[in-house]
């Protein structure tokens, strides 16, 4: 079946620590992005690819980096100068303008936790 | 003033009711109109879509889009506890971004 694996569903990190969240769809969508969910706080988007070699900024990429090597894969890593990286990271992903859907397919996320 | 507002509830009904979710809206080039389901501890999944105004509906869950007022609803009817979750609105303008703006999500829970 088809679909977006995030992995580790539950990842602790040291201060200081840098750390990487997987991300991986099989739905041949070009476009996939990254998002942290805060209690109260919505989805607030962090970084955003449309296709492969290329990413954006969303609101609030400080603290964090991307790569885009292949259609199927967007890492995020999570570096020692995001101050408060407790949070719950939900990957995304979506097919380009003009095919049948429109909207987002979402990983099952990933819970990170500061230790 | 956020792109979307969405009340963050939390919204307690019984059984059965029905529920009348909303968000409002700023931007008039939004022309995609999304209802993502949330539970806990789970990424969202897509509930309802729709394009420009109208409605749709789809078993016990209807979306309405208003645009000339910037607002979207979305009802369920015959509430169920397994409706329990978190709803989340989002919307894009046409064109070929994909990027969403989501509201900040309506925590429903329903009461056997």
């Known amino acids: 079946d088809g679909g977006i694996t995030q992995s580790p569903k539950y990842l602790f990190r040291k201060e200081g620590q840098n750390v990487t969240l997987s991300c991986e769809q099989n739905?041949?969508?070009?476009?996939m992005y990254w998002y942290r969910q805060d209690p109260g706080q919505g989805l607030r988007l962090i970084y955003y690819?449309?296709?492969?070699?290329?990413?954006q900024k969303g609101d609030i990429a400080e603290g964090y980096s991307v790569s885009r090597e292949k259609k199927e894969s967007f890492p995020l890593t999570v570096t020692s100068a995001q101050k408060n990286p407790t949070a719950f990271y939900l990957c995304?992903?979506?097919?380009?303008?003009?095919?049948?859907?429109?909207?987002?397919?979402f990983g099952s996320g990933t819970r990170l936790t500061v230790v | 003033q956020k792109e979307v507002e969405q009340d963050p509830g939390p919204l307690s009904v019984p059984e059965g009711a029905i529920v009348s979710l909303n968000c409002t809206y700023s931007?008039?080039?939004?022309?995609?109109f999304m209802w993502y389901r949330q539970y806990s501890r789970k990424g969202p999944e897509l509930l309802m879509y729709?394009?420009?105004?109208g409605n749709k509906e789809d078993g016990r869950f209807t979306a309405q889009v208003d645009k000339s007022s910037k607002y979207i609803s979305l009802f369920i009817r015959d509430s169920q506890p397994s409706d329990s979750a978190t709803y989340l609105c989002?919307?894009?303008?046409?064109?070929?971004?994909?990027?969403?703006?989501f509201g900040q999500g309506t925590t429903l829970q329903v009461k056997p």
């Open positions: 995304a992903s979506s097919s380009r303008e003009g095919k049948a859907n429109y909207g987002y397919t």
């Open positions: 729709t394009y420009s105004s």
């Open positions: 931007n008039s080039a939004f022309q995609y």
């Open positions: 989002a919307m894009r303008e046409y064109g070929n971004t994909g990027k969403l703006i």
């Open positions: 739905l041949n969508h070009d476009a």
């Open positions: 690819s449309q296709i492969v070699n290329d990413f």
